[in-house]
Protein backbone atom coordinates (compact mmCIF):
# COMPACT_ATOMS: atom_id res chain seq x y z
CA UNK A 1 0.00 0.00 0.00
CA UNK A 2 0.80 3.40 -0.64
CA UNK A 3 0.58 5.92 1.90
CA UNK A 4 1.70 9.35 1.94
CA UNK A 5 1.10 10.26 5.99
CA UNK A 6 0.66 9.47 8.82
CA UNK A 7 -2.60 10.53 11.39
CA UNK A 8 -1.74 9.80 15.22
CA UNK A 9 -5.52 10.43 16.58
CA UNK A 10 -5.97 10.79 20.37
CA UNK A 11 -8.41 11.87 22.96
CA UNK A 12 -7.67 15.29 23.63
CA UNK A 13 -7.12 17.31 26.61
CA UNK A 14 -7.06 21.05 28.18
CA UNK A 15 -3.68 23.14 28.00
CA UNK A 16 -4.93 25.91 30.59
CA UNK A 17 -7.36 26.40 33.29
CA UNK A 18 -9.97 27.72 30.81
CA UNK A 19 -9.85 25.31 28.45
CA UNK A 20 -11.10 22.62 31.03
CA UNK A 21 -15.08 23.12 31.28
CA UNK A 22 -15.14 23.27 27.18
CA UNK A 23 -13.27 20.02 26.93
CA UNK A 24 -15.54 18.38 29.21
CA UNK A 25 -18.54 19.62 27.95
CA UNK A 26 -17.23 18.29 24.68
CA UNK A 27 -16.42 14.70 25.89
CA UNK A 28 -20.01 14.68 27.78
CA UNK A 29 -22.36 16.07 25.05
CA UNK A 30 -25.53 13.77 24.53
CA UNK A 31 -24.64 11.43 27.53
CA UNK A 32 -26.71 13.13 30.03
CA UNK A 33 -24.06 13.59 32.46
CA UNK A 34 -25.27 16.18 35.58
CA UNK A 35 -23.21 19.22 35.90
CA UNK A 36 -22.10 18.55 39.56
CA UNK A 37 -20.32 15.47 38.32
CA UNK A 38 -18.33 17.77 35.85
CA UNK A 39 -18.17 20.17 38.52
CA UNK A 40 -16.55 17.26 40.66
CA UNK A 41 -13.76 16.31 37.36
CA UNK A 42 -13.39 20.13 36.66
CA UNK A 43 -11.73 19.95 39.91
CA UNK A 44 -9.54 17.56 39.15
CA UNK A 45 -7.92 18.93 36.02
CA UNK A 46 -7.59 22.40 38.03
CA UNK A 47 -5.66 20.58 40.87
CA UNK A 48 -3.16 20.27 38.13
CA UNK A 49 -3.39 23.77 36.79
CA UNK A 50 -5.85 23.14 33.94
CA UNK A 51 -3.61 20.88 32.30
CA UNK A 52 -3.68 17.64 30.83
CA UNK A 53 -0.26 15.80 30.15
CA UNK A 54 -2.01 14.13 27.10
CA UNK A 55 -1.06 16.17 24.53
CA UNK A 56 2.56 16.63 25.36
CA UNK A 57 2.75 13.05 25.12
CA UNK A 58 0.87 12.25 22.25
CA UNK A 59 3.48 15.34 20.38
CA UNK A 60 6.68 14.08 22.07
CA UNK A 61 5.24 10.63 20.58
CA UNK A 62 4.76 12.25 17.32
CA UNK A 63 9.13 13.60 17.42
CA UNK A 64 9.85 9.94 18.29
CA UNK A 65 7.96 8.87 15.21
CA UNK A 66 9.26 11.21 12.78
CA UNK A 67 12.75 10.36 13.66
CA UNK A 68 12.16 7.04 12.76
CA UNK A 69 10.11 7.48 9.19
CA UNK A 70 10.63 10.01 6.06
CA UNK A 71 6.38 10.03 6.37
CA UNK A 72 4.68 13.12 7.51
CA UNK A 73 3.02 12.63 11.03
CA UNK A 74 0.13 14.68 11.70
CA UNK A 75 -1.94 15.33 15.28
CA UNK A 76 -5.86 15.19 15.50
CA UNK A 77 -7.47 14.29 18.62
CA UNK A 78 -11.45 13.81 19.01
CA UNK A 79 -12.40 16.16 21.44
CA UNK A 80 -9.84 19.62 21.85
CA UNK A 81 -7.70 21.30 19.85
CA UNK A 82 -5.67 19.86 17.14
CA UNK A 83 -9.06 18.71 16.39
CA UNK A 84 -9.07 15.96 14.36
CA UNK A 85 -11.83 17.89 10.95
CA UNK A 86 -9.37 20.23 11.36
CA UNK A 87 -6.36 18.29 11.05
CA UNK A 88 -7.51 16.46 7.96
CA UNK A 89 -9.18 19.28 6.22
CA UNK A 90 -4.60 20.23 6.53
CA UNK A 91 -3.73 17.04 5.16
CA UNK A 92 -6.20 17.87 2.06
CA UNK A 93 -4.61 20.98 1.94
CA UNK A 94 -1.16 19.23 1.86
CA UNK A 95 -2.43 17.27 -0.90
CA UNK A 96 -2.14 13.88 1.37
CA UNK A 97 -4.47 11.33 -0.33
CA UNK A 98 -4.08 8.31 1.63
CA UNK A 99 -2.79 7.80 5.60
CA UNK A 100 -2.51 5.72 8.01
CA UNK A 101 -3.97 6.47 11.40
CA UNK A 102 -2.15 5.33 14.80
CA UNK A 103 -5.01 5.73 17.27
CA UNK A 104 -3.57 6.04 20.98
CA UNK A 105 -5.74 2.76 22.24
CA UNK A 106 -4.22 -0.86 22.71
CA UNK A 107 -7.49 -2.51 22.42
CA UNK A 108 -10.73 -2.86 21.04
CA UNK A 109 -14.58 -1.96 22.26
CA UNK A 110 -16.93 0.81 21.23
CA UNK A 111 -14.61 3.95 23.24
CA UNK A 112 -11.12 2.17 22.55
CA UNK A 113 -11.82 1.54 18.71
CA UNK A 114 -15.10 1.55 17.12
CA UNK A 115 -15.15 5.77 18.01
CA UNK A 116 -11.88 6.22 16.81
CA UNK A 117 -13.67 4.99 13.18
CA UNK A 118 -16.61 7.18 13.20
CA UNK A 119 -13.98 9.87 14.36
CA UNK A 120 -12.06 9.18 11.47
CA UNK A 121 -15.64 9.37 9.55
CA UNK A 122 -16.99 12.02 10.86
CA UNK A 123 -13.80 14.13 9.82
CA UNK A 124 -13.71 12.83 6.13
CA UNK A 125 -16.98 13.90 6.13
CA UNK A 126 -16.70 17.02 7.14
CA UNK A 127 -13.54 17.72 4.89
CA UNK A 128 -16.12 16.50 1.99
CA UNK A 129 -14.76 14.85 -1.31
CA UNK A 130 -10.85 15.93 -1.04
CA UNK A 131 -10.88 14.16 2.10
CA UNK A 132 -7.78 11.81 1.99
CA UNK A 133 -8.17 8.09 2.61
CA UNK A 134 -7.53 7.09 6.09
CA UNK A 135 -6.79 3.07 7.34
CA UNK A 136 -6.39 2.49 11.08
CA UNK A 137 -4.04 0.77 12.31
CA UNK A 138 -4.59 -2.40 14.24
CA UNK A 139 -5.21 -3.17 18.03
CA UNK A 140 -1.53 -3.72 19.92
CA UNK A 141 -2.43 -4.91 23.18
CA UNK A 142 -0.37 -8.05 22.66
CA UNK A 143 2.43 -6.39 20.84
CA UNK A 144 6.18 -7.80 21.76
CA UNK A 145 7.25 -3.78 22.30
CA UNK A 146 4.06 -2.83 23.76
CA UNK A 147 4.44 -6.01 26.47
CA UNK A 148 7.66 -5.59 27.20
CA UNK A 149 7.81 -1.41 27.59
CA UNK A 150 4.90 -2.28 30.11
CA UNK A 151 6.94 -5.02 31.99
CA UNK A 152 10.17 -2.96 32.28
CA UNK A 153 7.94 -0.02 33.32
CA UNK A 154 6.93 -2.44 36.20
CA UNK A 155 10.69 -3.55 36.82
CA UNK A 156 11.31 0.16 37.60
CA UNK A 157 8.62 0.68 39.87
CA UNK A 158 9.22 -2.15 42.16
CA UNK A 159 12.59 -0.71 42.34
CA UNK A 160 11.04 2.23 43.94
CA UNK A 161 9.47 0.51 47.05
CA UNK A 162 11.48 -0.37 49.59
CA UNK A 163 13.47 -3.60 49.83
CA UNK A 164 11.99 -5.54 52.55
CA UNK A 165 8.44 -5.46 50.76
CA UNK A 166 9.38 -5.81 46.77
CA UNK A 167 8.99 -9.74 46.77
CA UNK A 168 5.67 -9.09 48.61
CA UNK A 169 4.32 -6.62 46.47
CA UNK A 170 0.60 -7.54 44.84
CA UNK A 171 0.90 -6.36 41.09
CA UNK A 172 -2.57 -4.93 39.84
CA UNK A 173 -3.28 -3.70 36.29
CA UNK A 174 -6.02 -1.15 35.66
CA UNK A 175 -7.66 0.11 32.89
CA UNK A 176 -10.94 2.66 32.37
CA UNK A 177 -13.87 0.97 32.76
CA UNK A 178 -16.80 0.62 30.73
CA UNK A 179 -20.53 0.00 30.80
CA UNK A 180 -20.79 -3.81 31.32
CA UNK A 181 -23.36 -3.70 28.18
CA UNK A 182 -20.68 -2.11 26.38
CA UNK A 183 -18.20 -4.62 26.88
CA UNK A 184 -20.70 -7.17 26.40
CA UNK A 185 -21.11 -5.75 22.72
CA UNK A 186 -17.38 -5.37 22.42
CA UNK A 187 -16.51 -7.39 19.32
CA UNK A 188 -18.18 -8.95 16.33
CA UNK A 189 -21.55 -10.50 17.12
CA UNK A 190 -20.80 -13.80 16.43
CA UNK A 191 -17.81 -13.63 18.94
CA UNK A 192 -19.92 -13.49 21.79
CA UNK A 193 -18.49 -10.10 23.10
CA UNK A 194 -16.27 -8.97 25.91
CA UNK A 195 -13.44 -8.50 23.50
CA UNK A 196 -12.26 -5.09 25.32
CA UNK A 197 -11.89 -7.02 29.00
CA UNK A 198 -10.42 -10.07 27.42
CA UNK A 199 -7.74 -8.32 25.51
CA UNK A 200 -7.04 -6.09 28.83
CA UNK A 201 -6.50 -9.17 30.48
CA UNK A 202 -4.53 -11.00 28.05
CA UNK A 203 -2.12 -8.07 27.79
CA UNK A 204 -1.98 -8.14 31.92
CA UNK A 205 -1.45 -12.07 31.77
CA UNK A 206 1.49 -11.39 29.00
CA UNK A 207 3.19 -8.71 31.05
CA UNK A 208 2.94 -10.80 33.96
CA UNK A 209 4.41 -13.53 31.97
CA UNK A 210 7.62 -11.88 30.66
CA UNK A 211 7.52 -10.61 34.69
CA UNK A 212 7.85 -14.07 35.67
CA UNK A 213 4.83 -13.32 38.56
CA UNK A 214 2.64 -16.31 39.23
CA UNK A 215 -0.45 -13.97 40.28
CA UNK A 216 -1.52 -10.78 39.76
CA UNK A 217 -5.37 -8.47 39.61
CA UNK A 218 -7.27 -6.84 36.49
CA UNK A 219 -8.67 -3.92 38.08
CA UNK A 220 -10.90 -1.28 36.80
CA UNK A 221 -10.94 2.65 37.21
CA UNK A 222 -12.30 5.98 35.85
CA UNK A 223 -16.32 5.20 35.72
CA UNK A 224 -18.09 8.29 34.83
CA UNK A 225 -21.61 6.96 34.44
CA UNK A 226 -24.66 7.06 36.83
CA UNK A 227 -24.72 4.49 39.75
CA UNK A 228 -27.84 2.60 38.16
CA UNK A 229 -25.62 1.15 35.22
CA UNK A 230 -23.37 -1.53 35.74
CA UNK A 231 -20.06 -0.54 35.06
CA UNK A 232 -16.71 -3.24 35.05
CA UNK A 233 -15.37 -3.74 38.37
CA UNK A 234 -13.74 -3.77 40.90
CA UNK A 235 -12.71 -0.07 41.20
CA UNK A 236 -8.80 0.38 41.75
CA UNK A 237 -9.04 2.28 44.96
CA UNK A 238 -11.91 0.19 46.47
CA UNK A 239 -9.31 -3.12 45.28
CA UNK A 240 -6.90 -1.54 47.66
CA UNK A 241 -8.85 -2.34 50.82
CA UNK A 242 -8.99 -6.26 49.29
CA UNK A 243 -5.36 -6.49 49.00
CA UNK A 244 -4.58 -5.04 52.31
CA UNK A 245 -6.69 -7.47 53.52
CA UNK A 246 -4.90 -10.48 52.14
CA UNK A 247 -1.59 -9.36 54.10
CA UNK A 248 -0.02 -7.32 51.18
CA UNK A 249 2.36 -5.04 52.72
CA UNK A 250 2.66 -2.82 49.05
CA UNK A 251 1.08 -2.85 45.73
CA UNK A 252 2.64 -2.05 42.05
CA UNK A 253 -0.15 -0.65 40.14
CA UNK A 254 0.36 -0.73 36.56
CA UNK A 255 -2.02 1.16 34.29
CA UNK A 256 -1.81 -1.18 30.64
CA UNK A 257 -5.04 0.61 29.70
CA UNK A 258 -3.57 3.73 29.29
CA UNK A 259 -0.49 4.49 26.74
CA UNK A 260 0.37 8.23 28.58
CA UNK A 261 -0.65 9.57 31.36
CA UNK A 262 -3.34 12.09 30.99
CA UNK A 263 -5.49 13.14 34.19
CA UNK A 264 -7.64 10.18 34.51
CA UNK A 265 -3.72 8.82 35.55
CA UNK A 266 -2.30 11.17 37.53
CA UNK A 267 -5.31 11.80 39.46
CA UNK A 268 -7.33 7.70 39.60
CA UNK A 269 -3.77 6.15 40.48
CA UNK A 270 -1.00 8.94 41.66
CA UNK A 271 -3.61 10.51 43.82
CA UNK A 272 -6.65 8.51 45.23
CA UNK A 273 -5.10 5.21 44.93
CA UNK A 274 -2.01 6.26 46.50
CA UNK A 275 -3.64 8.47 49.17
CA UNK A 276 -6.01 5.16 50.12
CA UNK A 277 -2.78 2.64 50.06
CA UNK A 278 -1.20 4.96 52.78
CA UNK A 279 -4.39 5.40 54.64
CA UNK A 280 -4.10 1.18 54.57
CA UNK A 281 -0.76 1.53 55.60
CA UNK A 282 0.87 -0.09 52.39
CA UNK A 283 3.48 1.50 50.43
CA UNK A 284 2.52 2.17 46.46
CA UNK A 285 4.06 2.01 43.44
CA UNK A 286 2.53 3.34 39.77
CA UNK A 287 4.58 1.92 36.85
CA UNK A 288 4.70 4.31 33.91
CA UNK A 289 2.63 4.19 30.77
CA UNK A 290 4.30 2.75 27.86
CA UNK A 291 4.14 5.31 25.63
CA UNK A 292 7.37 7.52 26.23
CA UNK A 293 9.15 4.11 26.22
CA UNK A 294 11.41 4.30 22.72
CA UNK A 295 10.22 0.79 21.94
CA UNK A 296 6.76 2.08 21.69
CA UNK A 297 7.74 4.13 18.96
CA UNK A 298 9.68 1.48 17.43
CA UNK A 299 6.18 -0.44 17.16
CA UNK A 300 3.98 2.30 16.22
CA UNK A 301 6.72 2.63 12.82
CA UNK A 302 6.59 -1.73 12.78
CA UNK A 303 2.66 -1.06 12.49
CA UNK A 304 3.07 1.19 9.59
CA UNK A 305 5.36 -1.10 8.03
CA UNK A 306 3.27 -4.02 7.99
CA UNK A 307 0.92 -1.88 5.48
CA UNK A 308 3.44 -0.03 3.35
CA UNK A 309 6.70 -2.85 3.24
CA UNK A 310 4.85 -6.04 4.40
CA UNK A 311 5.74 -6.62 7.48
CA UNK A 312 4.62 -9.96 8.89
CA UNK A 313 2.36 -8.70 12.10
CA UNK A 314 4.23 -9.67 15.44
CA UNK A 315 2.03 -10.74 18.63
CA UNK A 316 2.51 -12.54 21.78
CA UNK A 317 -1.10 -13.73 22.53
CA UNK A 318 -3.84 -15.73 22.25
CA UNK A 319 -6.49 -13.36 22.01
CA UNK A 320 -7.92 -12.44 18.41
CA UNK A 321 -8.35 -8.98 17.29
CA UNK A 322 -11.81 -7.43 16.70
CA UNK A 323 -11.90 -5.16 13.34
CA UNK A 324 -8.84 -2.99 12.24
CA UNK A 325 -6.91 -6.07 10.59
CA UNK A 326 -3.54 -5.76 8.98
CA UNK A 327 -4.91 -5.34 5.81
CA UNK A 328 -7.09 -1.96 7.03
CA UNK A 329 -10.27 -4.23 6.42
CA UNK A 330 -13.05 -2.23 8.73
CA UNK A 331 -14.98 -3.78 11.82
CA UNK A 332 -17.62 -5.66 11.04
CA UNK A 333 -20.79 -3.79 10.52
CA UNK A 334 -22.33 -4.66 13.80
CA UNK A 335 -18.62 -4.79 15.94
CA UNK A 336 -18.77 -2.92 19.08
CA UNK A 337 -21.84 -1.06 18.61
CA UNK A 338 -23.56 0.45 22.08
CA UNK A 339 -26.88 -1.48 22.47
CA UNK A 340 -26.38 -4.01 20.74
CA UNK A 341 -27.34 -7.38 22.32
CA UNK A 342 -23.73 -9.69 21.68
CA UNK A 343 -24.12 -13.13 20.63
CA UNK A 344 -23.14 -15.79 22.90
CA UNK A 345 -22.34 -18.98 20.54
CA UNK A 346 -23.84 -22.45 21.78
Known sequence: MIVDALLVLSFGGPEGPAEVRPFLENVTRGRGIPPERLDAVEEHYQ?????????ARNRELIAAVRERTDLPVYFGNRNWHPV?????????RDGVRRALVFATSAYGGYSACRQYHEDIARARKAVGDDAPELVKLRHFFDHPAFVTANADAVRAARAQLPAEVRDAARLVFTAHSVPESADAAAGPPE?????YSTQVAEAARLIAADLDVAEHDVVWQSRSGPPQVPWLGPDIVDHLDAVRSAGAPAVIVAPVGFVSDHVEVIWDLDTEARD???????????????????RFA????????????????????????????????????????????PVHPA
Open 191 to 195: DGGHR
Open 84 to 92: VENTVAEMA
Open 298 to 341: DMVVELIGEHVAGIAPRSLGRVPSAGCTVNGVPCAVDCCLPGRR
Open 47 to 55: HFGGISPIN
Open 276 to 294: RAAELGMDFARAATAGPDP
